[in-house]
């Protein structure tokens, strides 16, 4: 295979040679490495509406599907699972097999099956598909979709300097919000006027429209992949696995928002779906600019480590006035007028807090493991991730009734608390 030359910092040459081979090696113009990140954003988005959009729905899920709080944890949790044992799997073979490859693989995957469910797994007047069927279908969507994450990453690491990078990964990250946002916005909505079977169909058209669209863009595995130095395996190193650790347990109370949060407006604030929604793709748009500024803001002040301690520590307090304002809303002056004017506000703030800092941790860890590990490395972080997208539905039922909402947001503070010292500064 011809290698690929970077051109960012220098005119192309006629002819240009690969070291190794001595064959001609493949020119790109100073500006292609924004189409790779414009189309790495466009795949991760299109996942990112299926496992951040589907919970969007979770009380039309539940009306529509027959579910009891538990089952439908158990439905929402099985997404992340999927994600979860896939993640390290696709992240090896992104750096045998190269970010092309696996990312064509995963997203047309996809978009068959969600495809599949469109026309099977929904339900219709004269039956309603049990939560063991609805489970196991979103668990395979999971398995698939987990290749995108450490493909799209990768690629980014490849083809960006390293006082861009963090900006970079921080727009890529923009995709998950985007996507979620989209999804919080139009797939409640979709699925109260037209079923599960349009959210479906919908979810699976964006797939396979990106995967196309990568079909078309020339291959992206990184010039610097092949040169780079190659440092200790992720798998070995104490520093990455460190820092994958503190990215799950910060990811936990984001999973609660994500996943709970329009049952929580909904049984709690007494919110209609609009308003819901609307919350919720509040957080999406907040998380999309925070992840901007923090990777260009990082990138200039070389302060990585440090931003995301105060990320950890801003997650822990606003999580901490939700439990107060739960404690607190029995005995409040102007009662359920107040619950709704204030608690979608805190519930905002507390969720792009704990959403803010994904671009700066992912390049982080990915400069930690070293170019040529960067694939395996991104993916180790994301099991973490998405067994929070696992545990974290199906541990709020048991903690709604043991301990109602105020135990639900108090364990989201303890784990942003708990994640904060593990972030270390750097030596």
Partial sequence: MSAIVDCTDQQPKKI??????????????PGHRWKVLGIGVA??????????????????????YQLSNAELGVALGVLGLGVALSE????????????????????????????????????????????????ASLLIAGLLGGSVNGS???????????????????????????????GALVLPSLALAFGFSAVFGLLAGASALFAWRW?????????????????????????????????????????????????????????GTAAISASLAAVQVGAMVMRVWSGRFTDRHGNRRQFLRSCSALSALAFAVLWLLV??????????????????????????????????????????????????ALSLANTFVFVGFFLVPVAIPGLLHLWSWSGVWLSAAICAVVAWPIFLRPA
């Avoid at 001595?22 to 113009?29: I, K, L, P």
């Avoid at 959009?53 to 009306?63: C, E």
């Avoid at 130095?229 to 347990?249: H, K, Q, S």
Wanted: net charge positive.
């Fill in 215 to 271: 079909l078309h863009e020339p291959p992206a595995a990184g010039h610097v992949l092949s040169s780079a130095v190659a440092g200790p395996a992720p798998l070995r190193n104490i520093e990455v696995w460190r820092i994958a650790t503190a990215i799950g347990l910060l990811c936990f109370p984001q999973v609660a928002v994500l996943t709970f949060a329009s049952v929580f407006l909904h049984d709690f604030a007494g919110l």
């Fill in 327 to 376: 404690l607190a809303s029995p005995v409040m002056p102007g009662g359920q007028s107040l619950l709704i004017a204030v608690l979608p506000l805190v519930l905002i703030v507390a969720g792009v807090s704990v959403s803010a800092w994904h671009g700066v941790a992912y390049t982080e860890l990915a400069t930690l493991a070293g170019a040529g590990h960067v694939g395996t």
């Fill in 152 to 182: 799209s990453g990768r690629a980014i690491m490849g083809w960006f300097r390293e006082n861009e990078r963090g900006f970079a990964m921080s727009i890529r990250q923009t995709a998950v919000p985007l996507g979620g946002g989209l």
């Fill in 43 to 64: 795949a991760n988005a299109s996942f990112s509406a299926t496992f951040s959009g589907i919970p969007a729905t979770a009380v039309v899920l539940r009306q529509g």
């Fill in 88 to 135: 390290l799997p696709w992240g090896l073979l992104t750096d045998r097999w190269g970010d092309r490859r696996v990312l064509l693989t995963g997203l047309g995957a996809t978009a068959a099956w969600l495809l599949a469910m469109a026309m099977l797994v929904v339900p219709t007047r004269s039956a309603v598909p049990d939560v063991v069927l609805l489970s």
């Fill in 16 to 29: 240009l040679k690969d070291r190794a081979t001595g064959r001609a090696a493949r020119v790109f113009s």
